[in-house]
């Protein structure tokens, strides 16, 4: 079975400056998706990015990025320019590619604050 | 597009009654829905895979009976909790999969607290 490790329950960061969520999993499949997901105050889940295990190439969306990285099974994701907005939940998921059902896997989570 | 709705959004009930909650797709079919059970502060718990048409999969540890799962449509999902008892109360969480990535999409949530 498939694990995912966050080993920060809380980070925080100054608004305008760069934070890193960190992020292990542990599979022996060789296909498989990993995603971030925000959960705001609300508790909407919000999907903030994705990557394909096929795809060396990091995945990035607008502030969000990812550092991929395939043989240590490591998939951080990097805030950067940090708003009030993304003070959040962040959790880290994964998907197999390999069996059906397209579960998703979660870690534990990391609690984001932004200060002003 | 994939809006996913849940209702109702909060709900108070009296221990030993039964509640239920509706997950829909407003504006895709999914032939496949998750129920999630989150706790304050911790992780989404999968409970169940919902297929249209078919018995619900429970995750292990879940109890079929107490947690009842209908996917009648490809637009609509229940979770019924039956007997509810104070340590049912939980915020419950549904999404539906769609999309050339199989993506979940995900309701908003529904905050049940059993007196």
């Known amino acids: 079975a498939q694990t995912v490790t966050q080993s920060q329950p809380e980070m925080s960061v100054q608004e305008a400056e760069t934070v890193t969520l960190s992020c292990t999993y542990d599979t022996s499949e060789s296909d498989y998706y990993l995603f971030w997901y925000k959960q705001p105050p609300s508790r909407q889940m919000i999907l903030v990015i994705r990557q394909e295990a096929y795809k060396q190439q990091n995945a990035t969306e607008n502030r969000f990025s990812v550092n991929f990285q395939k043989a240590a099974k490591s998939f951080s994701l990097k805030i950067s320019d940090s708003q009030l907005g993304d003070a959040a939940m962040y959790f880290c998921a994964y998907r197999s590619k390999e069996t059906s059902g397209s579960r998703l896997t979660f870690g534990e989570g990391t609690q984001l604050t932004v200060n002003p | 597009g994939a809006v996913v709705s849940q209702h109702p959004s909060w709900v108070i009930c009296k221990s030993g009654t039964s509640v239920k909650i509706e997950c829909r797709s407003l504006d895709f079919q999914a032939t496949t829905m998750f129920w999630y059970r989150q706790f304050p502060k911790q992780s989404l718990m999968l409970m169940a895979t919902?297929?249209?048409?078919?018995?619900?999969?429970?995750e292990q540890g879940v109890e079929k009976d107490k947690f009842l799962i209908n996917h009648a449509s490809l637009t609509l999902s229940t979770l019924t909790v039956t007997s509810a008892h104070p340590e049912d109360s939980s915020f419950y969480i549904c999404s539906a999969r769609q999309g050339a990535y199989n993506e979940q999409f995900f309701g908003p949530g529904t905050r049940l607290t059993v007196l």
């Open positions: 919902s297929n249209e048409g078919s018995k619900a999969t429970y």
